[in-house]
């Protein structure tokens, strides 16, 4: 397959970064500081899509959809992580949020040749999750033209799920392809085509909005709190406690009471305490209105 890199953004050299290896180190560093200053600009021109995106994976959660993200190599590796940080930040199901990568587990560690040029293992891997219509699949690729996420791509659009993309080349195939595309074009790296630093910045920049917008839609976060967050160690324990205290303006005391009574679930003692009733009517009223604090508070 011929590719043609002279056309990517991601792949055209950096006239700030020419000189970098006679700097001394201070003087280098400014260099990719500054350059990294430009990814946050250029992720704001993306926001229209990335709000389009967010709607579509919380309508998707509401339905017991999954967000779903393909890429290979450090894109892949990203939306892994992002994937793997929801359940304990979120209280969500593992199942909820799940990264795919070319080649496999192994590539998370360490490169696997040649796997980001299978386009049907994109759409195997997808076949290997059940993946379905009611998911909605990213695929992540700082270039946009990866075969193995367009593979996946194109699955997903035949099961007749919402496919978005994200990528840092205007006019890709990825973005041709995607019903949503997002495309901040951060320009040229420091180290012409190392798409691990802006590129890569970007693109963690969008999987946190993502996330953390869709799991803020469906009720996860209480103002900016996260009161599904799961105690799964003493500093979250802690952080429960502190939690329920700054929703409530509670002591200590109560909010420990509180989370006893509910095992330990913030988001239960926070109704409890600001609608004055017990652990069980606290999660009856969750139930009813799907897990929004606020509305299971007026209603308590």
């Not at 899509?49 to 994976?57: F, G, K, N, S």
């Not at 695929?139 to 496919?163: C, D, E, F």
Request: glycine share 8%; aromatic share 2%; net charge negative.
């Amino acid at each position: 397959m011929k590719i043609d890199l002279t056309q990517m953004v991601t792949e055209s050299r950096n006239p700030a970064s020419e000189h970098i290896d006679t700097l001394p180190t201070l003087a280098m560093l400014q260099v990719i500081n500054n350059e990294d200053k430009k990814v946050a600009e250029a992720v704001e021109q993306t926001l229209p899509a990335i709000a389009q995106a967010v709607d579509a994976i919380a309508a998707a959660f509401r339905q017991g959809g999954r967000l779903i993200y393909t890429g290979a190599g450090t894109s892949g590796r990203l939306g892994i992580l992002d994937a793997s940080e929801c359940p304990p930040t979120f209280g969500s199901s593992p199942d909820q949020v799940v990264g795919l990568i070319a080649g496999g587990q192994q590539a998370i560690f360490r490169a696997v040749e040649n796997a980001e040029d299978n386009r049907e293992q994109g759409a195997r891997d997808l076949e290997a999750i059940d993946f379905s219509g009611k998911d909605v699949l990213v695929g992540i690729a700082a270039s946009g033209r990866t075969p193995y996420v367009l593979g996946a791509m194109a699955y997903a659009q035949s099961q007749g799920a919402t496919v978005a993309c994200i990528s840092c080349n205007p006019n890709s195939p990825m973005a041709q392809a995607a019903d949503i595309a997002i495309t901040p074009v951060v320009g040229p790296e420091v180290v012409t085509g190392s798409s691990r630093l802006k590129a890569g910045t970007a693109q963690k920049l969008v999987l946190n909005m993502l996330t953390t917008g869709a799991m803020i839609r469906i009720g996860k976060v209480y103002g900016n709190l996260m009161v599904d967050v799961e105690a799964t160690n003493a500093k979250l324990v802690e952080r429960q406690k502190n939690i329920v205290m700054a929703a409530t303006e509670c002591s200590r005391k109560e909010a420990e009471a509180a989370l006893i009574a509910c095992n330990g679930h913030c988001k239960t003692a926070i109704v409890m305490l600001l609608a004055g009733v017990d652990a069980d009517a606290a999660r009856a009223l969750l139930n009813t209105h799907h897990g929004l604090t606020r509305e299971a508070i007026a209603q308590g």
